[in-house]
């Protein structure tokens, strides 16, 4: 039973171009949403975040969506760079079950120079 | 601040033995969290600890023994290696649950 699934395993765009990346969940008690990013032999380091109670968060180049109605949240990275490749995992938790973090399986983004 | 560290980095082990992979943290996080990661498979919760002396077991825990004596330190035992347990380990603290901070892995063989 995935609560968070990331349903593209991988995605490959063209530097300077928009990357998207998608997320749904299904677990409407969830009220954290997060985003990490993941390169080969090294461990996965947060990138941003969204609380329930917002619909958008960015920091400089992320952007992260949240549509609570559709179950669904995205990352856009724009413009997207060749350091962006990595695989990112979205994630989730409920503030007032333990916090435990509920993980998607991942999407490998390629940004291609 | 080192962040959170492991050790080792890489191990290879033989059906059968046991090894205790460490962790450490020094940002004096109450929640630590060890989880593996497999091909296809995310990063699977084996066991955390929301404070010194108290654990739980996440969604993996079989085969796996932690304790937490200190705020710092989170090991995690196997007892008795099994090739299913080939993995890339990872260690993860936080403040207060939620976003966490990882260590760089450990890569462990099980032959």
């Known amino acids: 039973d995935q609560q968070v699934k990331q349903n593209s395993p991988s995605l490959s765009v063209q530097e300077g171009r928009i990357s998207i990346l998608n997320c749904d969940y299904t677990?409407?008690?969830?009220?954290?949403f997060l985003w990490y990013k993941k390169y080969p032999a090294e461990g996965p380091t947060f990138l941003i975040s969204?609380?329930?109670i917002k619909d958008k968060n960015e920091d400089g180049r992320f952007t992260v969506f949240l549509n609570k109605s559709a179950k669904h949240l995205s990352l856009h990275i724009v413009p997207s760079q060749p350091g962006d490749s990595a695989v990112y995992f979205c994630?989730?938790?409920?503030?007032?079950?333990?916090?435990?973090?509920?993980w998607g399986l991942g999407t490998s983004l390629a940004v291609n120079p | 601040n080192a962040g959170v560290t492991q050790t080792p980095k890489f191990q290879v082990l033989k059906t059968g033995q046991s090894m205790t992979l460490q962790c450490a943290q020094d940002?004096?996080?109450?929640?630590m969290s060890w989880y593996r990661q497999d091909p296809g498979m995310g990063l699977r919760l084996i066991h955390y600890?929301?404070?010194?002396?108290?654990?739980d077991q996440g969604e993996v825990p079989n085969g796996y023994n932690v304790s937490r004596s200190t705020t710092e330190d989170f090991p995690l035992r196997l007892l008795s290696a099994a090739p299913s347990q080939t993995s890339v380990y990872f260690c993860?603290?936080?403040?207060?649950?939620?976003?966490?901070?990882f260590g760089p892995g450990t890569r462990l063989l099980v032959l």
């Open positions: 969204i609380s329930s």
């Open positions: 600890s929301v404070g010194a002396g108290i654990t």
């Open positions: 940002m004096n996080h109450e929640y």
């Open positions: 994630a989730a938790y409920n503030a007032g079950n333990n916090r435990k973090l509920i």
């Open positions: 993860a603290s936080s403040a207060t649950g939620g976003t966490q901070y």
């Open positions: 677990n409407s008690m969830f009220d954290y």
